[in-house]
């Protein structure tokens, strides 16, 4: 076994800011970066029946009972394999994107600074965090159709009421993510500049030395739904089968083929949010602790 000290990286999400994106391409290079050391897993591990990480670690009384708990080094150490990085990527750990049932939301991701010191206390060390910020208006309208293609049907108008703008609230959780304890280096990026940042991220996720392992696919992933679709939906009486007729829906009016991506938002909308989110990107720039990735200059 490598005598480097071990280092855990941990990309949190947030929810529909490219995070299947970056966990396909994490995991087609996943045999490069074990031959590196590095040992990544997602959803494809914590999502298996009795595998999330909360299980695994035994976070809560009572959590899978009936399956023998390991002891948690002895998980961290099957996790490690012979390498020096574990990378950890599953945005539902801090939480939920929308609530069950179409209930309303208005603080996003409450737990998510108690879970990651649960985490660090269950392995002994702490944990490097990774997180996307997204802009408001997209982030709530990306939530909703992602609520319709789950078989919850409801108006925007009710969604928007129940999910307000003041919901998406990045410093808010920034600064509980640099509060929580365990937490070791913080690094946020936009969701906008995704793809200009992505050898940073990476470069943070895996390592300097394995990064070249790593590339981006080269199609989007999860595209939402388009206006069309929308109304498709909603003109559908739901119930049961409401996720197959979101799903025909994205099929037959895909935003890839030119239907105009839906936007329940006015532009004096957008406005507000966006000069919100401008704001709240300075306050996280302006943090201790807290490196924010910027698009590289031209």
Not at 174 to 202: C, H, M, N, S
Request: aromatic fraction near 8%.
């Amino acid at each position: 076994m490598t005598d480097r000290t071990l280092r855990i990286a941990f990309h949190i999400g947030a929810h529909k800011t490219a995070t299947s994106h970056l966990q396909r391409s994490l995991m087609r290079a996943r045999d490069a970066l074990g031959a590196q050391g590095v040992q990544y897993y997602g959803p494809d591990h914590f999502r298996l029946p009795g595998n999330s990480i909360q299980a695994l670690f035994a976070f809560q009384p009572g959590v899978e009972a009936d399956k023998p708990i390991r002891p948690a080094n002895t998980q961290l150490a099957m996790l490690q394999k012979d390498g020096h990085r574990i990378v950890l990527s599953e945005e539902n750990f801090i939480g939920p994107l929308n609530q069950p049932h179409g209930r309303g939301m208005r603080h996003r991701y409450k737990a998510a600074g108690d879970r990651l010191t649960e985490l660090s206390t269950a392995v002994g060390q702490d944990v490097d965090v990774f997180l996307a910020v997204r802009r408001p208006t997209a982030f709530i309208n990306s939530a909703y159709c992602q609520m319709l293609l789950g078989g919850r049907v409801q108006p925007v108008a009710v969604f928007q009421r129940r999910n307000p703008l003041s919901s998406v609230d990045w410093v808010d959780l920034v600064t509980r993510l640099r509060a929580a304890p365990g937490v070791g280096t913080l690094t946020v990026w936009k969701y906008e500049d995704y793809g200009a940042v992505f050898p940073q991220i990476i470069a943070g996720l895996v390592g300097a030395e394995a990064a070249d392992c790593v590339a981006p696919r080269p199609r989007r992933i999860n595209r939402g739904l388009s206006t069309a679709a929308v109304a498709q939906v909603l003109a559908d009486e739901g119930g049961a089968t409401a996720p197959k007729v979101a799903q025909a829906a994205r099929q037959m009016f895909p935003i890839e083929d030119g239907h105009d991506p839906f936007d329940g938002f006015a532009p004096e909308e957008h406005a507000i949010g966006d000069a919100a989110y401008a704001r709240q990107l300075a306050s996280i720039a302006a943090m201790q602790g807290v490196t924010l990735l910027c698009r590289p200059s031209p």
